[in-house]
Each structure stands twice: as C-alpha cells, then as structure tokens.
C-alpha cells in the first residue's frame, strides 16, 4: 500500500467514511453540473430525446 503510513495519523474509521462521502460529493456535483448546464440532459431525462435517423440500406449491399 502506497499510503500505508497516512493510517498512523488518521484512523480508518474516520478517513474511510470520509474518503467515500468526497467520492459521492464529487459524483453528485459533477451530475448536477451536467443537468444545468447541458440542454441534450434535460431532454433525455424527460424522455423527449429525438429520434435517430438510419441510413437507407442499397439493395446491392442485401445478400
């Protein structure tokens, strides 16, 4: 473990939890970032997402 010496000065009960709520608090914010920020997100997420066009399939490219 790289920073096995890190756990002399902070006990694992407290820096585990505390890593793991500044994940979630990364997570979250970036997530909201996109939601306010973005239009496409807001569309997709109320399901008004458009449609994709597909290209005509060439009768020559049919086996």
């Known amino acids: 473990m790289i920073y096995s010496k890190m756990w002399c000065v902070v006990k694992p009960s407290v820096g585990i939890p505390v ?6 608090i990364a997570s979250f914010s970036v997530h909201l970032a996109l939601t306010l920020n973005t ?13 994709v066009a ?6 020559a490219v049919k086996k």
């Open 19 to 24: 890593f793991i709520a500044a994940v979630a």
């Open 39 to 51: 239009s496409w997100v807001k569309n997709f997420l109320n399901g008004s997402a458009k449609v």
């Open 54 to 59: 597909t290209a005509p399939v060439d009768a």
